[in-house]
Every structure is written in C-alpha cells, then in structure tokens.
C-alpha cells in the first residue's frame, strides 16, 4: 500500500492539471477529471497529514459549514426529492476545497495547474479572433465579423467571466515579467479585454472587467503611477463607449429593460430586477432558516404566476446571495459573505506579488454573485470552485514558501 499511495497521489496532482485544462473548453471531459482528482485524492490516504496542511485554512471551513447549512435545509425543504438532490449535488464542489487543497502544496503543481488554465484560455482567445474571420467548427457562435458576439465555449455570460480574470492574470504575469515578455503578457491583456467589449454581447463582461481591473491596478501599484494608470483606464472605458456601437446599444437596452421591469416582460435584465424583487419578497417570511434547500422552484412557481415566469425564473433568482438568504437561511447568506471573500482576506498570508490577483478574483466573485449565481451555474461554478482552490492554495502555501526569502537579508 505505502508504493501505491505515492502513485496514487501523482495520479490526482495531474488529473487536477487536466482539470485546469479543460473545464474552461470542454463541460463533460472537465467534470471527469476534477472526480477524477477527487476520487485519486481519497485513495491516495494519508488524511491525517492532509488535513493537518489545511485546517488552518478559513476557506476550508467556510466551505465545508456552507454545505453543513445546505444538508441541514434538505431536512425542512417543501422541495421534489430531485430538486434537493440537484441542489446537493451542485454545492458539492464545495467539498473539493479540503480535498483537492492538499494537492497543490507544491509549487510545481499550482504552476502546472495555472499554466493549462491560462493555455485553454489562450486557445478561447485565439478562438475569438479567429472567428471573426473563419467559421470554426467548434464555436458556439458560427457569425462573422467584427462587432458581433464570438462566444466560443458554453455561454458569453462564463466565457467573459473567465476571460476576465484570464485578462488580470496576464496582467499580473506582466508585471512578473521582464523585457519582451511582459509586453508580450500585456499585450495578451489587452486583447483579452477587447475581447470582451468589443466582441461579446455580455454586459456582464463589461462590468467585471472595469471592477478586476481598476481593483488590481490599485493594488498592484503606488503613487503617482496607481492614479496615472487608473485615468488612463477611465479614458480607455471612454474610448470604447465612444466607439462601440455594440456596448452602447446594450447598455441602452438593459437600462431600458430595467425601467420597464415592472410590466413583468421577460427581459435579461427586466427579469432580475423582477427575480431580485419577488425573492426579497419571500426572504421576508423565512429570514432566518429559509424555505429549504432546493425550495426556490416550487414556491418561486406557485407565487410568481404570470405566464412564462414559472419557466423563466424558477431556477435560481440570478443573485447568489438572495439564493442561499431565501433557500438557506441568514447563516448561508453569511458563510457565503466570507467565501466568497476568503481570497482577499487570504491575501494577508500572500506573497506580495500575489495580493493584487487575491483580490481581483474576490472582486470578480462578488459582483458576479450580485447578478448571477455561479455557484449554481454549471460552466461557472467550475470556474469560480477551481480558481478558488487555486488562489487560496496560492495565497498560503505560496506566502510559506515566500516568508524565509523575504525574511533573508
């Protein structure tokens, strides 16, 4: 057993490699290898000295009391049986954290992991330009020229997301960089970016990419540079307001559909002002333990009854917050609050290269978890789980690592 268990772990470590690789591309092959790197980390044993190298994570019982609360309101939920076991299967990733955190202890393998991350983002991106002048077959969109939504892989909602945080990483590779390479990163931001004003539908995207950024560059930098860079980024948003029809055209139209909200139209963003109003609504009579975990269907249909509403907003309310408050109670809403902050406060641990990114992505959470739900999502709570297990894995076994070399003279 003692031979099996070393190559048992090397098994997991690359699967969660393959993990980082494709899930960005590729739904189903994702799901494989993250269970895949789940099941090899159970078998691998050990636990005792896994668990030691992690439960002084706050991460990790963030996480692992989120999903308690969620067991918990499967005991009172009204729900179907099918809807409770959907919804325990979903925020079952959450148990991913204390598994697959161990794994990723070396710095060799978060460097691997982030490298197939940021090279399926690489293919996403060259994939985009790509298609604005070629029908790629595998392309979710299959319209060219330049303008139009290029969404290449599930949906532009996630692709943006992640092409986002894909942008402020290449920024954080630049400023690591020296010479021809951290123009070269830079440059792979700026054509991220571009990607998402100027060649998506998502206004989702548009304002992700204002608050990771604007948030890195006033991390990232000090004095009279940080104010500099900011102005310019402010005149950069100007620009592509004053150029792109496509951006101005959407951000009309939602500001339209949120004014008329009250007609009860189907809109995208009519309709979560709608979800977010009928949901506050039964958070009212339930605030404290909520109506049950995957309750949020069957009494979002029996209360909202106008025609197609049943359909269209019976899933999940496009807020995460009001999803867990209505479904869960106060205390998910609140263990929610600090995971989805746990990278910025992990960031105290960080090396100091590292803080800027920490509390870009928990920036990037937080926003998304007002208009979305990505922990609910399937595409995006792939992405929001993994990068989580990422950067607090980052944060404190990276800032170990660090610690001596900044404490040597």
Not at 129 to 143: D, G, I, K
Not at 230 to 257: F, K, M, P, Y
Not at 339 to 361: C, G, I, N, T
């Amino acid at each position: 057993m003692k031979r099996i268990q070393p190559r048992l772990l090397l098994a997991a470590q690359w699967s969660l490699v393959a993990a980082f690789l494709l899930f960005p591309v590729a739904f189903a092959p994702g799901n494989v290898a993250i269970a895949l790197a789940f099941l090899l980390s159970l078998a691998a044993g050990d636990y005792r000295a896994r668990w030691q190298a992690v439960r002084g994570m706050p991460v990790v019982w963030w996480a692992l009391g989120l999903y308690a609360v969620v067991l918990v309101g499967a005991l009172y939920s009204p729900a179907p049986g099918a809807d409770i076991g959907m919804h325990l299967s979903k925020y079952a990733k959450l148990l991913l954290l204390p598994a697959l955190l161990p794994l990723l202890a070396q710095t060799v393998w978060r460097t691997r992991c982030l490298n197939a991350f940021m090279a399926a983002m690489g293919f996403i991106l060259a994939s985009v330009y790509a298609n604005v002048f070629w029908q790629l077959p595998w392309s979710v969109t299959q319209n060219q020229g330049w303008g139009g939504d290029h969404t290449v892989v599930g949906d532009y909602i996630t692709q943006n997301i992640m092409m986002v945080f894909f942008a402020t990483a290449a920024l954080a590779r630049g400023q690591a960089a020296r010479g021809g390479y951290r123009w070269a990163w830079w440059l792979v931001a700026a054509l991220a970016a571009v990607a998402v004003t100027q060649l998506s539908q998502g206004r989702t995207g548009y304002l992700l990419l204002c608050v990771a950024v604007a948030g890195y560059v006033f991390l990232a930098l000090r004095g009279l540079s940080r104010w500099v860079v900011l102005g310019s980024l402010a005149l950069a948003i100007g620009g592509v307001l004053a150029t792109s029809q496509t951006v101005r055209d959407r951000i009309a139209l939602g500001l339209a559909e949120a004014a008329q909200s009250s007609s009860m139209e189907i809109t995208s963003i009519g309709g979560r002002v709608n979800f977010w109003k009928h949901t506050a609504l039964l958070i009212q009579e339930k605030p404290l333990q909520g109506w049950g975990t995957g309750s949020y269907h069957s009494v979002w249909c029996q209360r909202v009854t106008q025609e197609g509403w049943c359909w269209f907003g019976g899933w999940h309310p496009h807020n995460q917050y009001l999803f867990f408050w209505m479904e869960n109670g106060v205390l998910a809403v609140l263990l929610f609050l600090l995971l989805v902050s746990a990278p910025a406060r992990a960031s105290a641990h960080a090396a100091a290269q590292d803080r800027p990114l920490l509390w870009a992505f928990s920036l990037i959470f937080a926003v998304d978890s007002l208009i979305n739900s990505p922990l609910f999502s399937g595409r995006e709570s792939h992405f929001f789980t993994m990068l989580l297990l990422w950067l607090c894995a980052q944060a404190y076994f990276g800032g170990r690592a660090a610690q001596p070399a900044a404490a040597a003279p």
